[in-house]
């Protein structure tokens, strides 16, 4: 159960202005509230989750404790490097209004996002791929359902600032669990 609530919680606190939810709420405000792209994104953003965690059970199957615990903290240190590192999400002048292609980019963004990062540490960390995933999934809708609803709000807010803090603290914890997975503490 604290696999389904960690990674609701961090996804919910990595996923506010990330990349996949900037690049929806700016064709939402260029496009209007069009259904389809809020099923696109709330499609993808479950399926990237579930990628996360498909891909934890492989690893983790192989991994013990230790080595499990410092997968984990890599794995967030990257989600956090992410954060501190990416840039505003550019979206192009004239968009296309097709679904296909913003499920494309939407999907490569999520995969590569902080978020899923954090949901695969968890997995890892706990072995609870299923929970992790429940969690991640369903803060992933919620960010979903915020850009579309939000998508002027998102669009104007700059939240770069609060990004980074985010991500510092990320590999702040990292740097911890790592210490203690190598048996340094």
């Known amino acids: 159960m604290a696999a389904l609530l960690f990674s609701l919680v961090i996804v919910l606190l990595v996923g506010v202005g990330a990349r996949d939810q900037v690049l929806l709420a700016t064709m939402v405000t260029r496009q209007g509230r069009r259904p389809g ?3 696109v994104a709330l499609v993808s953003g479950i399926a990237s989750v579930a990628v996360a965690a498909w891909a934890s059970r492989l690893i983790a199957s192989s991994l013990g404790v230790e080595a499990r615990m ?16 990416a840039r505003r999400t550019t979206v192009p002048a004239e968009p296309t209004h097709s679904l296909g292609a913003f499920a494309l980019v939407l999907f490569a963004h999520q995969l590569t996002d902080a978020a899923r990062f954090a949901v695969l540490a968890l997995a890892v960390a ?3 791929p299923l929970l ?9 809708v919620a960010l979903a359902l915020a850009g579309w609803l939000g998508a002027e709000e998102i669009t104007a807010l700059d939240l770069a600032g ?3 803090a985010i991500g510092s603290v990320l590999i702040l914890v990292a ?3 790592a210490v203690r997975a190598l048996g340094l503490s």
């Open 162 to 164: 609060l990004r980074r």
């Open 175 to 177: 740097l911890v669990i």
């Open 132 to 140: 992790a995933a429940m969690g991640g999934g369903t803060a992933a």
């Open 70 to 85: 410092l997968f984990a903290a890599i794995a967030l240190a990257w989600a956090g490097l992410e954060m501190l590192f």
């Open 126 to 128: 706990t072995q609870a």
């Open 37 to 39: 792209l809020l099923l």
